[in-house]
């Protein structure tokens, strides 16, 4: 179970124990003179000051929590530090806040295509921005309150609020506390980047965590970065009523994506009215009264954009800047990552880096399975690794983009002999019942093994279906398993067989229309 849904679980019943204090002896700390089972080094050779532990998490993110409950259940004496919100990006910026307000701005979409479906609706419609970021509020508070209780009711485990800093490679201080660990984990997550464009320091602007305060329609939204987080809030202020123009340096959108699937999604945005101003060279700002403007030396169009906010959605940086890791001796690459291997050990014993910071993932699911690896190598004596992860992840656009494993495009570099598999939308009854038949899937197989390789789902409920194929990759099955499951009438998911039917060998199809 990931933080969030445990938060879930855990918060009708959580404990109505007090908070613990920080108290390391009362509250899970050794007692400093006795050796622990997990090879502590005994206490009085460190400061009398220093609490000692077996384990200490810094971050509460998606990976901290879960390894704090398999380390504490295990009989080890675990402390955990969260400088800010119990749940970190995911439950309080990331996927719980946006996913709760993609819900609100679908919702007010489908009030408007109502007559689409034969539902009359005579009165005006509005969307009420305070509740829908009351709604949001609340979802999230319930996250990162559950989040919280489970972590200070969690037997063997100490909660710290502060600044965790590495004083050595066995000590860490927050606040005017010193705790030591022969076993440190660090899940210390990210933020958004605030890029050195001309201009920034002189307009306000929004970042994804500063957007979570908005509770305002702005006029026209300028989104800079259209990638995965630009493109949700892109739609989802669209469909409140903003103006939006996306601004992105790339030649297309979701830049990651194959050309295929990344025009798809612009033609989606734009049909409800989105602007995209693609091939941006030279962005920079300035205001002109109430108006900003942001510069965009692009290949066409205006030279510059007059919005009313601007949102940054421009990439992430790992949060290692400011914790002491060259005093700790842990490595980190240029961009700040902490250099892991494959199973996640930093390039100091004793200490690891799960989630964001280590550059190995960028989504919840990438950081709990860190949390998974470590636990299984540590205490289950399970080898599993980074690279047994197969790629997946979704794009909550409406409709949604699943994807798992290879791109086309990356198929296509390999040079391996590979056959592909594609169906547009508007031949899935399911979607077209739904009128939400905007969209396509495509697969792509191993001629040889008849593994799959990859697959996109841009599609109502893409983000469900593609989990029947990355079930099936990661059983290192033959495709031909799928063709014989007998999926049910009427889904999205029924049509896997029938496009793996009419696969087509891919040097066949290249450049061939789509
Ligand atoms: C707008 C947005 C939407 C997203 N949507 C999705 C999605 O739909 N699906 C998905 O899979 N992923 C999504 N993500 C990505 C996802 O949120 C992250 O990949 C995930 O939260 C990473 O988890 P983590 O445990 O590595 O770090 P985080 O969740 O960032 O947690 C790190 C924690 O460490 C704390 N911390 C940092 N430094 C210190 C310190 N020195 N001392 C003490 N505490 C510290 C932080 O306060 C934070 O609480 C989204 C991200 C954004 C920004």
């Keep these: 179970m990931r933080a969030q849904d445990l938060a879930a679980a855990v918060a009708p019943h959580a404990p109505l124990d007090p908070p613990r204090s920080a108290d390391a002896t009362e509250n899970g700390g050794h007692d400093s003179n006795k050796p622990t089972p997990w090879g502590i080094q ?17 971050g509460t993110g998606q990976a901290g929590p879960f390894l704090a409950q398999r380390l504490a259940g295990a009989g080890m004496k675990v402390a955990i530090i969260e400088r800010k919100l119990f749940g970190g990006t995911c439950v309080n910026t990331g996927c719980t806040p946006t996913k709760t307000m993609v819900a609100s701005a679908y919702a007010a979409h489908m009030v408007r295509r109502a007559a689409d479906f034969g539902v009359v609706d005579n009165g005006p419609s509005s969307v009420d921005m305070k509740l829908v970021k009351s709604r949001k509020d609340a979802i999230v508070g319930q996250s990162r309150t559950g989040v919280e209780s489970w972590l200070r009711g969690m037997t063997n485990c100490t909660v710290y609020q502060g600044n965790g800093r590495f004083e050595s490679s066995k000590e860490v201080s927050v606040g005017s506390e010193r705790l030591t660990a022969n076993r440190i984990f660090i899940n210390v997550g990210g933020r958004a ?16 965590s500063s957007i979570m305060d908005v509770d305002f329609l702005p006029r026209h939204l300028v989104i800079i970065g259209g990638g995965y987080i630009g493109l949700e809030f892109a739609q989802m202020y669209r469909r409140f009523g903003s103006e939006v123009t996306i601004i992105e340096t790339a030649s297309h959108l979701a830049q990651h994506e194959d ?36 510069h965009v030396d692009c290949v066409s169009g205006d030279p510059e954009v007059s919005g009313s906010h601007v949102l940054l959605a421009v990439g992430r940086r790992p949060n290692t800047d400011d914790l002491g890791l060259t005093e700790a001796g842990v490595a980190v690459d240029k961009r700040g990552y902490i250099v892991v291997d494959d199973q996640l050990r930093s390039s100091v014993p004793g200490i690891w880096a799960l989630g964001d910071c280590n550059g190995k993932g960028a989504f919840t699911h990438t ?29 909550y656009i409406d409709p949604p983009l699943g994807r798992a494993g290879l791109t086309e495009a990356e198929v296509r570099k390999s040079g391996r002999h590979a056959l592909i598999g594609r169906r547009p939308m508007t031949k899935v009854r399911r979607a077209v019942e739904k009128g939400e038949a905007q969209g396509f899937m495509k697969i792509i197989v191993d001629a040889q093994t008849h593994q799959i390789l990859g697959a996109a789902i841009l599609g109502t409920g893409g983000d469900e279906a593609i989990h029947s194929i990355l079930d099936v990759m990661y059983a290192r099955a033959p495709y031909t398993l799928i063709q014989r499951a007998v999926h049910i009438h009427p889904t999205v998911s029924e049509l896997i067989p029938t496009m793996l039917g009419q696969l087509q060998p891919l040097a066949d199809t290249a450049g061939a229309p789509r």
């Design 42 to 58: 005994p206490a009085e050779q460190r400061s009398s000051m220093t609490k000692t532990y077996d384990a200490i998490i810094i």
């Design 193 to 208: 980047v605030v890029p050195k464009m001309p201009g920034i320091e002189e307009v306000p602007y929004l970042t994804n």
């Design 259 to 294: 050309e295929d699937v990344s025009t798809a999604i612009r033609g989606i945005l734009e049909q409800e009215g989105i602007n995209v101003r693609l091939n941006a060279t030279c962005i920079g700002f300035s205001r002109r009264g109430e108006e900003i403007l942001a």
């Design 367 to 395: 950081a709990f399975n860190d949390a998974e690896i470590v636990a299984a190598n540590l205490l289950d004596n399970d080898p599993r690794k980074v690279s047994d992860r197969i790629t997946a992840y979704a794009l």
